[in-house]
């Protein structure tokens, strides 16, 4: 086999709780197909954590993980590469339909997200890209085309999805939903030792203009804005540690699951 292995079977194959569930559900009489897998959805703005924290609670569960923020930003790079210009939607939107994304596990743990089959996660990281992400998702034809993706990967024993519409568009009918936030400035703080641990260059100053920019982009955009679904738990992970946010989203999930 090789040394990458799908994310879908690689938690199927090492989640023996989720698989149980799953399977309770087929002897419960309903084809396992016609049945929805659960999905717990985690939204909130730039930099809040909600990354690091669906990955580990999917890891915890055993279920599949899906970061639409990649989406969004591999359909950013793919069009930075081949010049895309920003408002040419009909261009935009055929290559959200049509990009050869998968996201991958490495045997390692890490996961990777490959674009036409060479690894990008690295490079979906840059400024640059997550800013020609922000713009391009303000498009509603390009947003449709990613939701079709999205609703995809809703497979068993469950999803967690992590974005900034998850709860509100996506994934409507969520199991449990989070709104995860931290201060603009913690947030800052974080991007800044994040990078500088990378032996990259950053200035704290710079990083929360460009967090201030994105998260007024992202909030008051006309389609499917950053807000909190009305059913969501909000969750300030600014004075919380991961293991702390990790604990409490799963207490959520434990009476629901
Ligand atoms: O979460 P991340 O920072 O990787 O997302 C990059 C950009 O993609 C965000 O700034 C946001 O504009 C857009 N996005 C979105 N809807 C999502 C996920 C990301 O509009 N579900």
Same mark, same amino acid.
Do not use: H, W
């Given at each position: 086999?090789? &040394?990458?292995? /799908? @994310?879908?079977?690689? @938690?199927?194959?090492?989640? /023996?709780? %989720? *698989?149980?569930? +799953?399977? &309770?559900?087929? +002897? /419960? %009489?309903? $084809?396992? &197909? @016609? *049945?929805?897998?659960? *999905?717990?959805?985690? &939204?909130?703005?730039?930099?809040?954590?909600?990354? @690091?924290? $669906?990955? #580990?609670?999917?890891?915890?569960?055993?279920?599949?993980?899906?970061? /639409?923020? #990649?989406?969004?930003? *591999?359909?950013?790079? +793919?069009?930075l590469q081949l010049t895309i210009a920003e408002d040419d939607t009909e261009s935009l939107v055929n290559l959200a339909q049509t990009a050869p994304i998968e996201f991958k596990r490495s045997l390692s743990g890490d996961s990777e997200v490959l674009l036409d089959g060479q690894p990008v996660t690295q490079t979906l990281r840059r400024e640059r890209v997550g800013d020609r992400a922000s713009r391009i998702a303000t498009i509603a034809p390009l947003r449709e085309a990613l939701l079709e993706r999205q609703l995809r990967m809703r497979r068993q024993p469950g999803l967690v999805a992590d974005g900034r519409d998850m709860g509100t568009v996506v994934f409507p009918d969520a199991t449990l939903k989070i709104y995860l936030t931290a201060s603009a400035e913690v947030r800052a703080k974080r991007r800044h030792k994040q990078l500088i641990e990378k032996g990259m260059e950053a200035n704290i100053a710079g990083l929360l203009a460009d967090i201030n920019e994105r998260d007024d982009r992202d909030h008051n955009r006309a389609i499917a804005p950053l807000v909190a679904a009305d059913d969501a738990i909000s969750i300030d992970s600014s004075d919380l540690t991961i293991k702390e946010v990790v604990t409490k989203v799963l207490d959520f999930a434990g009476n629901r699951l």
């Open positions: 086999m090789s &040394d990458i292995q /799908s @994310t879908a079977e690689r @938690t199927q194959s090492r989640n /023996s709780a %989720g *698989v149980a569930k +799953a399977t &309770d559900r087929v +002897a /419960s %009489g309903k $084809a396992p &197909d @016609t *049945v929805l897998a659960p *999905v717990i959805t985690i &939204d909130g703005p730039s930099g809040s954590g909600k990354g @690091t924290i $669906a990955c #580990a609670v999917a890891e915890e569960l055993g279920f599949i993980y899906l970061d /639409s923020g #990649a989406l969004y930003r *591999v359909v950013g790079l +793919a069009s």
